[in-house]
């Protein structure tokens, strides 16, 4: 059975980091993302990384502050997050393709996807 487990969120202070993991199991997976979403709003492109970590991508709201990275070894990716602002507050998902996306920033791109953890940015 294909699990995407994610973890790492919380409530931090504006200006503060948090570290999000994603752990996957039952295969291996090429591209792997991250989204997120708002209440009230759609879900928005976070960051993706290709299979072998040499290819990254960010959305424009996060680049500078957010790094991706992965360690295949255990089949997990990491969202490290860094000057947190308040409007960073929402779910982020975890996502994995199969194959690598024509368009790593289109969520339809991805088949599997976790169950979401909150983050929460105070002013």
């Known amino acids: 059975q294909v699990q995407l487990v994610e973890s790492g969120g919380g409530l931090v202070q504006a200006g503060g980091s948090l570290r999000l993991s994603c752990a996957a199991s039952?295969?291996?997976?090429?591209?792997m993302g991250w989204f997120r979403q708002a209440p009230g709003k759609e879900r928005e492109f976070v960051a993706a990384?290709?299979?072998?970590?040499?290819?990254?991508y960010y959305g424009d709201s996060v680049k500078g502050r957010f790094t991706i990275s992965r360690d295949n070894s255990k089949n997990t990716v990491y969202l490290q997050t860094n000057s947190l602002k308040p409007e960073d507050t929402a779910v982020y998902y975890c996502?994995?393709?199969?194959?690598?996306?024509?368009?790593?920033?289109?969520?339809?791109?991805?088949?599997?996807w976790g169950q979401g953890t909150q983050v929460t940015v105070s002013s």
């Open positions: 990384i290709s299979w072998s970590g040499g290819r990254t």
């Open positions: 039952g295969r291996t997976f090429n591209a």
């Open positions: 996502a994995a393709a199969s194959t690598p996306p024509a368009y790593y920033y289109w969520p339809y791109q991805y088949d599997y």
